[in-house]
Protein backbone atom coordinates (compact mmCIF):
# COMPACT_ATOMS: atom_id res chain seq x y z
CA UNK A 1 0.00 0.00 0.00
CA UNK A 2 1.45 3.41 -1.06
CA UNK A 3 1.38 5.82 1.44
CA UNK A 4 0.60 9.80 0.34
CA UNK A 5 2.89 12.53 1.81
CA UNK A 6 0.95 15.46 2.18
CA UNK A 7 2.90 18.88 0.63
CA UNK A 8 1.46 21.90 1.90
CA UNK A 9 0.09 24.24 -1.11
CA UNK A 10 2.46 26.70 -2.41
CA UNK A 11 0.44 29.70 -1.26
CA UNK A 12 0.94 28.40 2.29
CA UNK A 13 2.41 31.35 4.33
CA UNK A 14 5.93 31.09 5.31
CA UNK A 15 6.41 31.33 9.24
CA UNK A 16 7.81 34.47 11.17
CA UNK A 17 11.60 35.40 10.82
CA UNK A 18 13.25 34.76 14.12
CA UNK A 19 14.34 37.71 16.11
CA UNK A 20 17.89 39.18 14.60
CA UNK A 21 17.19 38.71 11.40
CA UNK A 22 17.06 41.93 8.86
CA UNK A 23 13.74 43.97 9.06
CA UNK A 24 11.89 46.36 7.16
CA UNK A 25 13.17 49.73 6.25
CA UNK A 26 10.58 52.23 5.09
CA UNK A 27 11.71 55.37 3.66
CA UNK A 28 9.83 58.20 1.84
CA UNK A 29 11.55 60.00 -1.00
CA UNK A 30 14.93 58.06 0.02
CA UNK A 31 14.56 59.23 3.98
CA UNK A 32 13.91 57.20 6.47
CA UNK A 33 12.45 59.83 8.96
CA UNK A 34 9.48 62.42 8.17
CA UNK A 35 8.41 65.24 8.01
CA UNK A 36 6.77 64.83 4.67
CA UNK A 37 5.14 67.85 2.60
CA UNK A 38 1.45 67.86 0.69
CA UNK A 39 1.60 68.45 -2.80
CA UNK A 40 5.19 67.29 -2.96
CA UNK A 41 5.40 63.51 -5.35
CA UNK A 42 6.08 61.25 -2.80
CA UNK A 43 7.66 58.00 -3.34
CA UNK A 44 7.00 55.36 -0.72
CA UNK A 45 9.63 52.21 -0.48
CA UNK A 46 9.90 49.01 1.49
CA UNK A 47 13.05 46.54 1.88
CA UNK A 48 14.69 44.69 3.84
CA UNK A 49 18.09 45.62 5.52
CA UNK A 50 21.72 44.53 4.88
CA UNK A 51 20.80 44.03 1.44
CA UNK A 52 18.81 40.88 2.14
CA UNK A 53 17.27 39.18 -0.79
CA UNK A 54 13.55 39.74 -0.86
CA UNK A 55 10.09 39.25 -2.37
CA UNK A 56 7.31 41.34 -1.66
CA UNK A 57 4.16 39.25 -0.11
CA UNK A 58 1.72 43.21 0.53
CA UNK A 59 2.35 46.52 0.14
CA UNK A 60 -0.34 49.09 1.45
CA UNK A 61 0.56 52.91 1.67
CA UNK A 62 -2.38 54.95 3.35
CA UNK A 63 -2.66 58.89 3.59
CA UNK A 64 -2.05 59.60 0.37
CA UNK A 65 -3.49 59.46 -3.28
CA UNK A 66 -1.83 57.39 -5.76
CA UNK A 67 -0.44 58.79 -8.61
CA UNK A 68 0.92 57.12 -11.96
CA UNK A 69 4.70 55.21 -11.36
CA UNK A 70 6.89 56.68 -13.97
CA UNK A 71 7.94 52.96 -14.63
CA UNK A 72 4.51 51.80 -15.08
CA UNK A 73 3.31 47.61 -14.72
CA UNK A 74 7.68 47.49 -14.36
CA UNK A 75 7.33 49.44 -11.26
CA UNK A 76 8.41 47.24 -8.26
CA UNK A 77 5.96 45.93 -6.00
CA UNK A 78 7.55 47.35 -2.66
CA UNK A 79 6.79 51.16 -4.41
CA UNK A 80 4.17 53.68 -4.27
CA UNK A 81 4.17 57.07 -5.68
CA UNK A 82 1.49 59.49 -4.57
CA UNK A 83 0.47 63.14 -3.25
CA UNK A 84 -0.45 63.63 -0.04
CA UNK A 85 -3.27 66.64 -0.38
CA UNK A 86 -3.70 67.79 3.21
CA UNK A 87 -1.50 67.21 6.98
CA UNK A 88 -1.92 64.43 8.41
CA UNK A 89 -0.32 61.05 8.26
CA UNK A 90 1.67 58.74 5.89
CA UNK A 91 1.38 54.99 6.85
CA UNK A 92 2.77 52.24 5.13
CA UNK A 93 2.21 48.21 5.86
CA UNK A 94 4.54 45.27 4.07
CA UNK A 95 4.90 41.67 4.97
CA UNK A 96 8.20 40.79 2.90
CA UNK A 97 9.59 37.18 2.70
CA UNK A 98 13.79 36.82 3.61
CA UNK A 99 14.28 34.62 0.70
CA UNK A 100 17.95 34.00 2.05
CA UNK A 101 16.44 32.41 5.19
CA UNK A 102 16.48 28.39 5.16
CA UNK A 103 13.30 27.70 5.06
CA UNK A 104 12.11 31.23 3.91
CA UNK A 105 10.48 33.66 6.07
CA UNK A 106 7.96 36.47 6.81
CA UNK A 107 8.74 39.94 8.48
CA UNK A 108 5.80 42.36 8.73
CA UNK A 109 5.64 46.08 10.08
CA UNK A 110 4.63 49.77 9.30
CA UNK A 111 6.11 53.28 9.34
CA UNK A 112 3.85 56.24 9.44
CA UNK A 113 5.77 59.92 8.68
CA UNK A 114 4.23 63.04 9.37
CA UNK A 115 2.49 64.97 7.05
CA UNK A 116 3.06 68.91 7.03
CA UNK A 117 1.81 71.72 5.00
CA UNK A 118 3.83 73.22 2.16
CA UNK A 119 4.31 76.64 2.77
CA UNK A 120 4.53 79.18 0.08
CA UNK A 121 7.00 79.22 -2.29
CA UNK A 122 10.02 81.54 -1.72
CA UNK A 123 10.20 84.81 -3.54
CA UNK A 124 13.72 86.99 -4.34
CA UNK A 125 13.98 90.66 -3.77
CA UNK A 126 14.04 92.93 -6.93
CA UNK A 127 16.97 92.55 -8.98
CA UNK A 128 16.98 96.41 -9.41
CA UNK A 129 20.03 98.13 -12.51
CA UNK A 130 23.14 99.14 -10.66
CA UNK A 131 23.61 102.72 -10.80
CA UNK A 132 26.27 104.62 -12.57
CA UNK A 133 27.97 106.71 -9.82
CA UNK A 134 29.37 109.25 -12.55
CA UNK A 135 25.53 110.71 -13.04
CA UNK A 136 22.93 110.71 -10.56
CA UNK A 137 19.84 108.74 -12.42
CA UNK A 138 21.82 106.52 -14.97
CA UNK A 139 21.95 102.84 -14.64
CA UNK A 140 24.04 100.88 -16.46
CA UNK A 141 21.40 98.46 -17.78
CA UNK A 142 17.97 97.76 -17.87
CA UNK A 143 16.71 94.62 -16.49
CA UNK A 144 14.73 93.84 -13.41
CA UNK A 145 14.21 90.39 -12.26
CA UNK A 146 13.34 88.20 -9.17
CA UNK A 147 12.63 84.77 -8.76
CA UNK A 148 10.60 82.32 -7.43
CA UNK A 149 11.77 78.85 -5.73
CA UNK A 150 9.43 76.37 -4.01
CA UNK A 151 12.12 74.90 -1.92
CA UNK A 152 12.09 72.16 0.07
CA UNK A 153 9.12 72.69 1.93
CA UNK A 154 7.53 74.67 -0.37
CA UNK A 155 4.34 74.06 -2.33
CA UNK A 156 5.11 72.45 -6.00
CA UNK A 157 1.75 72.83 -7.78
CA UNK A 158 2.47 74.49 -11.12
CA UNK A 159 3.60 78.10 -11.33
CA UNK A 160 2.28 80.26 -14.42
CA UNK A 161 3.86 83.23 -15.11
CA UNK A 162 1.09 86.30 -16.46
CA UNK A 163 2.32 89.04 -18.62
CA UNK A 164 1.18 92.16 -20.01
CA UNK A 165 2.99 95.04 -21.96
CA UNK A 166 2.40 98.37 -23.54
CA UNK A 167 4.26 100.55 -25.68
CA UNK A 168 2.57 103.67 -23.06
CA UNK A 169 3.50 104.83 -19.62
CA UNK A 170 0.66 103.55 -17.85
CA UNK A 171 0.02 100.42 -16.36
CA UNK A 172 -1.71 97.28 -18.87
CA UNK A 173 -4.99 97.06 -18.52
CA UNK A 174 -7.18 93.57 -18.05
CA UNK A 175 -8.18 94.01 -21.45
CA UNK A 176 -4.68 93.85 -22.57
CA UNK A 177 -4.16 90.45 -23.94
CA UNK A 178 -1.54 88.31 -21.54
CA UNK A 179 1.00 86.15 -22.60
CA UNK A 180 1.02 83.05 -19.89
CA UNK A 181 3.25 79.90 -19.73
CA UNK A 182 2.55 77.52 -17.19
CA UNK A 183 5.69 75.46 -15.84
CA UNK A 184 5.05 72.17 -13.46
CA UNK A 185 7.22 71.96 -10.31
CA UNK A 186 6.44 68.55 -9.60
CA UNK A 187 7.10 64.90 -12.24
CA UNK A 188 4.28 63.91 -11.75
CA UNK A 189 2.61 67.29 -13.72
CA UNK A 190 4.53 66.41 -16.55
CA UNK A 191 7.27 67.63 -18.91
CA UNK A 192 8.41 70.99 -19.24
CA UNK A 193 6.72 73.29 -22.10
CA UNK A 194 8.11 73.96 -24.98
CA UNK A 195 9.54 77.61 -25.35
CA UNK A 196 9.95 78.67 -28.75
CA UNK A 197 11.87 81.53 -29.84
CA UNK A 198 9.73 84.18 -31.75
CA UNK A 199 10.33 88.06 -33.34
CA UNK A 200 13.89 88.38 -32.89
CA UNK A 201 13.81 87.09 -29.38
CA UNK A 202 15.52 84.21 -27.68
CA UNK A 203 13.79 81.20 -26.92
CA UNK A 204 12.41 81.89 -22.90
CA UNK A 205 11.15 85.42 -24.56
CA UNK A 206 7.62 85.40 -23.33
CA UNK A 207 6.77 89.03 -24.69
CA UNK A 208 8.81 90.05 -27.43
CA UNK A 209 8.67 93.63 -28.07
CA UNK A 210 8.44 94.96 -31.90
CA UNK A 211 11.81 96.37 -33.08
CA UNK A 212 12.68 99.85 -35.12
CA UNK A 213 16.55 99.54 -36.89
CA UNK A 214 16.79 97.11 -34.63
CA UNK A 215 16.33 99.18 -31.59
CA UNK A 216 13.33 97.17 -29.14
CA UNK A 217 10.40 99.70 -28.72
CA UNK A 218 8.65 98.02 -26.00
CA UNK A 219 9.41 96.04 -22.83
CA UNK A 220 10.49 92.45 -23.39
CA UNK A 221 10.03 89.57 -20.33
CA UNK A 222 11.11 86.50 -20.38
CA UNK A 223 11.02 82.93 -18.28
CA UNK A 224 14.05 81.33 -17.17
CA UNK A 225 13.17 77.87 -15.28
CA UNK A 226 16.54 77.10 -14.36
CA UNK A 227 18.09 73.94 -12.40
CA UNK A 228 16.56 70.99 -11.43
CA UNK A 229 16.41 67.74 -13.39
CA UNK A 230 12.78 66.57 -14.70
CA UNK A 231 11.01 70.06 -13.33
CA UNK A 232 12.81 73.34 -12.71
CA UNK A 233 14.67 74.08 -9.47
CA UNK A 234 13.16 77.76 -9.48
CA UNK A 235 11.66 80.58 -12.19
CA UNK A 236 13.60 83.66 -13.47
CA UNK A 237 11.57 86.18 -14.15
CA UNK A 238 13.70 89.07 -16.49
CA UNK A 239 11.61 92.54 -17.69
CA UNK A 240 14.36 94.72 -20.20
CA UNK A 241 13.48 97.84 -20.73
CA UNK A 242 14.16 99.52 -23.91
CA UNK A 243 16.10 102.58 -23.82
CA UNK A 244 14.92 104.97 -26.66
CA UNK A 245 14.13 104.50 -30.42
CA UNK A 246 16.17 106.43 -33.27
CA UNK A 247 14.09 109.69 -34.39
CA UNK A 248 15.80 111.30 -37.13
CA UNK A 249 19.33 112.29 -35.61
CA UNK A 250 18.48 111.92 -32.01
CA UNK A 251 17.02 109.22 -29.68
CA UNK A 252 13.37 109.59 -28.54
CA UNK A 253 12.61 108.36 -25.49
CA UNK A 254 10.36 105.30 -24.96
CA UNK A 255 7.25 104.89 -22.93
CA UNK A 256 6.19 101.52 -21.38
CA UNK A 257 3.72 99.37 -19.12
CA UNK A 258 4.29 96.24 -17.72
CA UNK A 259 2.52 94.11 -15.28
CA UNK A 260 3.67 90.26 -14.60
CA UNK A 261 2.24 88.22 -12.28
CA UNK A 262 3.55 84.68 -10.96
CA UNK A 263 0.44 82.77 -9.91
CA UNK A 264 0.26 79.15 -8.16
CA UNK A 265 -3.86 77.20 -7.43
CA UNK A 266 -4.90 80.78 -9.34
CA UNK A 267 -3.41 83.05 -6.51
CA UNK A 268 -0.66 85.62 -7.24
CA UNK A 269 2.01 84.60 -5.20
CA UNK A 270 4.54 87.74 -6.68
CA UNK A 271 3.92 90.70 -9.04
CA UNK A 272 6.01 93.48 -10.54
CA UNK A 273 4.22 96.64 -12.06
CA UNK A 274 5.98 99.24 -13.88
CA UNK A 275 5.46 102.38 -16.05
CA UNK A 276 7.21 105.36 -17.07
CA UNK A 277 10.00 106.47 -19.87
CA UNK A 278 13.40 105.39 -20.76
CA UNK A 279 16.40 106.80 -23.04
CA UNK A 280 19.55 105.83 -23.36
CA UNK A 281 22.95 108.20 -22.06
CA UNK A 282 25.21 106.64 -24.27
CA UNK A 283 25.76 103.32 -22.88
CA UNK A 284 23.90 103.82 -20.06
CA UNK A 285 20.39 104.11 -19.50
CA UNK A 286 17.95 107.06 -17.93
CA UNK A 287 14.19 106.06 -16.52
CA UNK A 288 11.89 107.79 -14.86
CA UNK A 289 8.65 105.92 -13.54
CA UNK A 290 5.14 106.82 -12.59
CA UNK A 291 5.32 103.24 -11.07
CA UNK A 292 7.71 100.89 -9.91
CA UNK A 293 5.94 98.47 -7.59
CA UNK A 294 6.23 94.84 -6.39
CA UNK A 295 4.74 92.94 -4.34
CA UNK A 296 7.51 90.11 -3.31
Same mark, same amino acid.
Given at each position: ?????????? !?? $????????????????????????????????????????????????? @??????????????????????????????? @??????????????????????? &??????????????????????? #??????????????????????????????????? !?????????????????????????????????????????????????? &?? $??????????????? #?????????????????????? #?????????????? &???? &????? $?????? #?????
Amino acid at each position: MLALALIPPA !SA $QAAECPPGSPTLVFTVNGRTTGPVYTTHDLLVRVRLSGGTVYSVDSFEV @TGIRRVPHPEGDEARSGEALGVADAPGTLTA @TATLTNDEMDPPCTVTGSASFEV &RAATTPQVSKLRRPPPFRGHRGW #LWDSRYWFWVKPGAAGVVTPLTVEARAVRRARLPG !SRVRAARITFPMRPSDGPRPDQEPHGGCGYTTLICPPEFRTWPKGAEVEV &RA $QGGREVPALLRVVVT #LPRGVPAGRRLAKTPIGVDVKV #LQDGAAIARLRIAG &RCDP &RGQFS $QCRFKT #LSTAL
